[in-house]
């Protein structure tokens, strides 16, 4: 079984007790961390993985839980939820917009909030133990502590209080580059099904105009020529644009990165 780790805890030592927790909790499973730096890039990765698993049967497990600034708000950081796409378990943080895009796709039929302390005391002393419990309370790494092994018992059926959550509480996902990759293509939130069949579409970057041909195949974007293409990421057939440079780096040509404004006029 695979279990694919989204995760703002992504230097290596974090990555390494991620990984090695979770693997030890869902044996022969094969376990992978990747690190994001924000809740938009989150939520996009997020989709992807639910994309890649198509249904099968697999784990996400995704946090995103600053305890600055508006965090404040939570005793000890956002809450963890957890739904099912077919026999995908996805359990995660739930504050901001990390389940923006999934909801935007209907990706979610319920979303279920477990707060740390009431599950807890619903896990049996044999499961674990007094101390242990007491320390994942308080603890300052809830994503190494608390979510391998919410996943584990969600796994075993175990049976854990719960609340549904509204969905619309979940915000709606703003126009923006969510993801530059490797090559420098910048990745949008926009669906490319906007594009229509036009041809040469007006994108704003950051209140800067431009004018650039569309194309639905990377193949036919002209050696240098800036264009707005259908990219690979999405899900359920829908594709996100990007913008893409043939053979050079798009976001360093247009200095533009993940989290700027983007629409198309």
Same mark, same amino acid.
């Given at each position: 079984?695979?279990?694919?780790? &989204?995760?703002?805890?992504?230097?290596?030592?974090?990555?390494?007790?991620?990984?090695?927790?979770?693997?030890?909790?869902?044996?022969?499973?094969?376990?992978?961390?990747?690190?994001?730096? /924000?809740?938009?890039?989150?939520?996009?990765?997020?989709?992807?993985?639910?994309?890649?698993?198509?249904?099968? @049967?697999?784990?996400?497990?995704?946090?995103?839980?600053?305890?600055?600034?508006?965090?404040?708000?939570?005793? *000890?950081?956002?809450?963890?939820?957890?739904?099912?796409?077919?026999?995908?378990?996805?359990?995660?943080?739930? !504050?901001?917009?990390?389940?923006?895009?999934?909801?935007?796709?209907? =990706?979610?039929?319920?979303?279920? =909030?477990?707060?740390?302390? @009431?599950?807890?005391?619903?896990?049996?002393?044999?499961?674990?133990? !007094?101390?242990?419990?007491?320390?994942?309370?308080?603890?300052?790494?809830?994503?190494?502590?608390?979510?391998?092994?919410?996943?584990?018992?969600?796994?075993?059926?175990?049976?854990?209080?719960?609340?549904?959550?509204?969905? *619309?509480? &979940?915000?709606? &996902?703003?126009?923006?580059?969510?993801?530059?990759?490797?090559?420098? *293509?910048?990745?949008?939130?926009?669906?490319?099904?906007?594009?229509?069949?036009? %041809?040469?579409?007006?994108?704003?970057?950051?209140?800067?105009?431009?004018?650039?041909?569309?194309? %639905?195949?990377?193949?036919?974007?002209?050696?240098? @020529?800036?264009?707005?293409?259908?990219? /690979? /990421?999405?899900?359920?057939?829908?594709?996100?644009? @990007?913008?893409?440079?043939?053979?050079?780096?798009?976001?360093?040509?247009?200095?533009?990165?993940?989290?700027?404004?983007?629409?198309?006029?």
């Amino acid at each position: 079984m695979q279990i694919t780790i &989204i995760n703002d805890c992504q230097d290596q030592n974090a990555k390494l007790r991620q990984v090695t927790r979770a693997g030890s909790y869902f044996k022969n499973a094969s376990v992978n961390c990747f690190g994001v730096s /924000s809740e938009l890039e989150a939520a996009g990765f997020l989709l992807d993985a639910i994309d890649a698993f198509e249904g099968r @049967e697999g784990i996400v497990l995704a946090n995103v839980a600053p305890r600055n600034g508006s965090a404040h708000k939570w005793k *000890n950081g956002t809450p963890f939820g957890y739904f099912w796409y077919k026999k995908t378990l996805v359990v995660t943080t739930i !504050d901001g917009m990390i389940l923006s895009l999934a909801k935007k796709y209907g =990706v979610i039929d319920k979303l279920y =909030v477990l707060e740390i302390k @009431e599950v807890l005391e619903a896990i049996k002393r044999s499961e674990l133990s !007094d101390e242990v419990k007491g320390r994942i309370i308080s603890s300052q790494f809830r994503s190494y502590d608390f979510l391998p092994r919410a996943a584990y018992w969600i796994k075993k059926k175990i049976k854990l209080p719960k609340t549904e959550f509204d969905l *619309n509480l &979940i915000p709606e &996902i703003p126009k923006k580059i969510w993801f530059t990759d490797n090559f420098g *293509n910048a990745k949008t939130t926009i669906d490319s099904a906007s594009a229509d069949d036009r %041809k040469r579409i007006t994108v704003r970057i950051n209140g800067n105009a431009v004018e650039l041909n569309y194309y %639905k195949c990377l193949r036919d974007l002209k050696d240098g @020529e800036t264009g707005l293409v259908q990219g /690979s /990421s999405g899900v359920f057939g829908h594709r996100f644009l @990007e913008i893409m440079t043939q053979g050079k780096n798009t976001s360093h040509l247009l200095n533009i990165k993940a989290g700027d404004d983007v629409e198309i006029l």
